[in-house]
């Protein structure tokens, strides 16, 4: 299986991202995450990444392309992943194209997760995330079991920088205007799928289970 997520910050691509790939033994390649591992970890990607996101604008898409198509590399081309937040501007989806051109292969799905601003500035105010391991929780929707802490690690929750109420605003313009135009980038391709984003997560999973049922991907 081989999915793009598409949708504005908020949407819920990574908790989805992260269920199908468990269970579709596939890669979660989740640019966010690679791109804050990289800032935890000072590599000089990390530090030109750093004050970019933090602002809430996108990182070059040269930067982007490398990293991502090298993880998807390393995964195995053929045997599928679930990008979460790639290709986030058209310049990213030619480049994954292209990439897919040369190993005779192509996406099968790019899943929009159609999501309302309240519910989005709600999922955002309330996301904390481990400050170590990175895992992701909401102080109503998906609390940790002891107050601040990350049930995984042991270490504290922190709110991101980027997840701020002024930043989020400049995240939501930059969506509309960098990456909305995917949408209709791949519905051209005939691969486009509407998903309810506003959905709780149980209800998400059973609509992404009847679309692959249709599709006949596995699931
Ligand atoms: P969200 O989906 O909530 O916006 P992410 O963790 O996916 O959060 O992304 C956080 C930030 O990382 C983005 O605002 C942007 O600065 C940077 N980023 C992530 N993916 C990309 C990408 N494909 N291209 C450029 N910048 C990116």
Excluded: W
Aim: charged letters at 30%.
């Amino acid at each position: 299986m081989k999915l793009v997520l598409l949708g504005p910050p908020g949407a819920g691509k990574g908790t989805h991202a992260k269920i199908l790939s468990e269970k579709q033994k596939v890669p979660h390649l989740a640019a966010g995450d690679i791109l804050r591992r990289n800032i935890a970890q000072k590599t000089p990607l990390g530090v030109k990444a750093k004050s970019i996101i933090e602002r809430g604008e996108l990182v070059p898409d040269e930067l982007v392309n490398q990293i991502m198509l090298d993880e998807i590399r390393r995964g195995g081309v053929k045997q599928g992943f679930v990008l979460d937040g790639y290709p986030r501007t058209i310049g990213q989806a030619e480049a994954l194209d292209g990439f897919l051109k040369n190993e005779k292969t192509q996406i099968d799905a790019a899943l929009n997760f159609a999501t309302s601003e309240k519910m989005i500035m709600s999922r955002l105010s309330g996301r904390r995330i481990c400050s170590k391991c990175g895992d992701n929780y909401h102080v109503r929707n998906i609390p940790p079991k002891k107050d601040g802490i990350c049930d995984r690690c042991g270490e504290p929750l922190v709110q991101r920088k980027d997840d701020r109420p002024e930043t989020i605003k400049h995240r939501l313009e930059v969506y509309e205007k960098e990456t909305s135009p995917l949408i209709d980038y791949y519905s051209k391709k005939g691969l486009l799928h509407e998903i309810h984003g506003d959905y709780d997560v149980p209800e998400l999973q059973a609509e992404l289970k009847t679309l692959f049922d249709t599709l006949r991907l596995t699931v």
